[in-house]
């Protein structure tokens, strides 16, 4: 069963409290992603990782870090979290063939508050 | 900068109409065009995709229509059903070998019986 599956599903947080989304996936996806869907914003590429350990910002890394030590999780990291931070992250994962007809697989989300 | 635009942010159509979303992008090295939608409170999902090869590729109800000259391409939903009503994104993805996928920020359908 084809899957990617995002912890925790709701979080609520402090600001200036750190925060850990997981992400994992179990169809041995190269490629992964972090979203945050904002209203009216569509959906904001965060950061991307090719592989283990291969990582590249997105349109807006700031505020934000990752880890991918193995291919099937990829984490995302807040560091002190800001209000500005609330959103819902969605997590995504593709094949990573780099043919040009993949598929996004996305997880369920994460809806963040940061109060 | 917003690589790829869509529109119009929200549309409301008569059950049985044609619902037609919008999207345009500048980067001429996008060559894979899909369409995602994201039914509330669920995650986006793939509905339909077309490379520039073809000007046309439909599914069902759901055709898009791609002008490469004008760097365009659009959605049409043929006898729209309420069931349709969702938010549905563009997106692109240049052929540099790696998948970034650049989305247009949303349309937001409803579907009145």
């Known amino acids: 069963d084809m899957k990617v599956t995002q912890m925790p599903r709701y979080l609520i947080k402090r600001m200036g409290e750190n925060v850990l989304l997981e992400c994992g996936q179990d169809m041995s996806h190269e490629t992964m992603y972090w979203y945050r869907q904002d209203p009216g914003l569509g959906l904001q590429l965060i950061y991307i990782?090719?592989?283990?350990?291969?990582?590249s910002e997105g349109d807006i890394p700031k505020g934000y870090r990752v880890s991918r030590k193995k291919r099937e999780h990829f984490s995302l990291i807040l560091d002190s979290a800001k209000t500005n931070q609330t959103s819902v992250y969605f997590c995504?994962?593709?094949?990573?063939?780099?043919?040009?007809?993949?598929?996004?697989?996305f997880g369920h989300g994460t809806k963040l508050s940061v109060l | 900068q917003q690589q790829v635009r869509q529109s119009p942010q929200s549309l409301t159509v008569w059950e049985g109409e044609t619902a037609i979303l919008n999207c345009s992008y500048e980067d001429s090295t996008f060559d894979y065009f899909p369409w995602y939608h994201q039914f509330p409170g669920e995650s986006p999902a793939l509905l339909i995709a077309?490379?520039?090869?073809?000007n046309k590729k439909e599914d069902g109800r759901f055709t898009i229509f791609f002008n490469k000259r004008e760097k365009k391409f659009s959605l049409h939903i043929a006898d729209s059903q309420p069931g349709d009503s969702a938010t549905y994104f563009c997106a692109a993805s240049p052929n540099t070998g790696y998948q970034n996928f650049y989305f247009g920020k949303g349309t937001s359908l409803t579907v009145i019986p």
């Open positions: 995504a994962s593709s094949l990573g063939t780099g043919t040009t007809n993949e598929r996004l697989f």
């Open positions: 077309i490379r520039p090869v073809s």
């Open positions: 990782s090719y592989d283990v350990d291969s990582n």
